[in-house]
Antibody
Framework: QLQLQESGPGLVKPSETLSLTCTVS??????????WGWIRQPPGKGLEWIGS???????YYNPSLKSRVTISVDTSKNQFSLKLSSVTAADTAVYYC?????????????WGQGTLVTVSS | SYVLTQPPSVSVAPGQTARITCGGN??????VHWYQQKPGQAPVLVVY???DRPSGIPERFSGSNSGNTATLTISRVEAGDEADYYC????????????FGTGTKVTVL
């Protein structure tokens, strides 16, 4: 079974760039026609999709975050990454990496445990 | 962008049936997926493509989708089913292809 694990700083200063990496184990990130993605959840609130990347590298971003988001994939390390620039307190959330879409139909098959990122000086 | 509306809360007695709705414009034409999230844990996929279950998910969880409403049904509710539930759709032709519903808190009385 696929497993996903987020890694990265838990504290980011306002105006800086949030960077997280997701390591996938139990399978290849580049196998089949899979999408991988990032989702966040502010404390006490619902789920917000940030963006997704196709195994080939094509990306899709939430229009409300698109100007600040970059998602990339490193197939040699079986990882994909998130960069969110110019962060503010509103970006404080638990960040999940998840995927693939395409394993169980168009649902998101597996999720990382999540990592809390706090934006504060 | 596409909006998915869920009731904020649903209460159900043990052994009874819980039904959680997810409303969206012509949602019946899309594939709907459902996630269960318990406090402090990551979401878990419980129904995909309207009505299919991933391996390991009990048959008590079922889904349907028609018109403007998709429904997750939990039969013979157990205390362990108490959680937040989110619906989700994926449409690669949209500029906002992945949308989550607002979430429903299921309370087992």
């Amino acid at each position: 079974q696929l497993q996903l694990q987020e890694s990265g700083p838990g504290l980011v200063k306002p105006s800086e760039t949030l960077s997280l990496t997701c390591t996938v184990s139990g399978g290849s990130i580049s196998s089949s026609s899979y999408y991988w993605g990032w989702i966040r959840q502010p404390p006490g609130k619902g789920l917000e999709w940030i963006g997704s990347i196709y195994y080939s590298g094509s990306t899709y971003y939430n229009p409300s975050l698109k100007s600040r988001v970059t998602i990339s994939v490193d197939t040699s390390k079986n990882q994909f990454s998130l960069k969110l620039s110019s962060v503010t307190a509103a970006d404080t959330a638990v960040y999940y990496c998840a995927g693939p879409v395409g394993y169980y139909g168009l649902g998101i098959a597996f999720w990382g445990q999540g990592t809390l990122v706090t934006v504060s000086s | 962008s596409y909006v998915l509306t869920q009731p904020p809360s649903v209460s159900v007695a043990p052994g009874q049936t819980a039904r959680i709705t997810c409303g969206g414009n012509n949602i019946g034409s899309k594939s709907v997926h459902w996630y269960q999230q318990k406090p402090g844990q990551a979401p878990v996929l419980v129904v995909y493509d309207d009505s299919d279950r991933p391996s390991g998910i009990p048959e008590r969880f079922s889904g349907s989708n028609s018109g403007n409403t998709a429904t997750l049904t939990i039969s013979r509710v157990e205390a362990g089913d108490e959680a937040d539930y989110y619906c989700q759709v994926w449409d690669s032709s949209s500029d906002h292809p992945l949308v989550f519903g607002t979430g429903t808190k299921v309370t087992v009385l």
